[in-house]
């Protein structure tokens, strides 16, 4: 397994609200976590921080008695990120320049030959198997609801003035309910997760086209060069074997 996993405070933004967690290809636990903060002062940052490390800590200390099926591992990360969920929202119930803020999180677990993932925002993951890239994980986004209804295409969502309006984020409110995926994971396939700042800036068939080239470092310099105006965060994993 290798990993990229970088973040980059974009050409724009006074501050990086993103953050990450990456497993390291010697760990037991191959997870990954992506959240992307908002709110104002620090708050966003706070919030990716904070959400990242306590769905981190919640896994890697359940994991051993949760891994026996997928309907376990699945509940695991469902309460990992309904834990995190409720450690936001008391940290910005607790202090008044922290009201209001929240992240996206996007959590990746792999293991016994499945990619388990909870989302929850519109930061995104990506599977590319061979010749073909799809789209995992759901925006919770007003522009999505769009599309589903047929009101704007795809190409008319990239260059929405709306785009970044959530419909759902984490730390906002007491309760949330992460969406989780199951998907086989096998060897040669590619996963990536991203904040909107790479989405948002560069075209999906021009990020399958830069992780194809085996030049993933250059997401974020591509990003940067089409107006960087939001942080930008990529995590790569490459599959090189079964897990």
Known sequence: ??????????????????????????????????????????????????ATEATRDYIQKNFAKSKESKEQIEQLMKDAMIYA?????????????????????DV???YNSRLYIGHIGDSRVYRIRKEFMRKITRDDSYVQTLIEDGKITK????????????????????EVEPEIYTKTCI????????????TNMVKEDEIFKI???????????????NGGLDNITVVVIYNSAQQ
């Open 187 to 198: 060897k040669n396939d590619i996963i990536l997760m991203t904040s909107d700042g790479l």
């Open 85 to 105: 969920n409720d450690v936001v929202y008391k940290k910005a119930q607790s202090k008044q320049d922290l009201r209001g803020m929240g992240t996206t999180l």
């Open 1 to 50: 397994m290798r990993i990229f996993a970088k973040t980059d405070i974009g050409r724009e933004r006074k501050l990086d609200e993103d953050y990450f967690y990456a497993s390291k290809p010697e760990d037991k636990i191959k997870l990954f976590i992506l959240a992307d903060g908002m709110g104002g002062y620090n708050g966003g940052e706070v919030a990716s921080k904070m």
């Open 211 to 225: 992780i194809k080239e085996d030049s993933d470092v250059n997401l974020i310099k591509k990003a940067n060069e």
């Open 108 to 110: 990746c677990l792999i």
């Open 155 to 174: 190409e008319e969502a990239f260059r929405h003035p709306k785009k970044n309006m959530l419909t759902k984020a984490l730390g906002c409110i007491p």
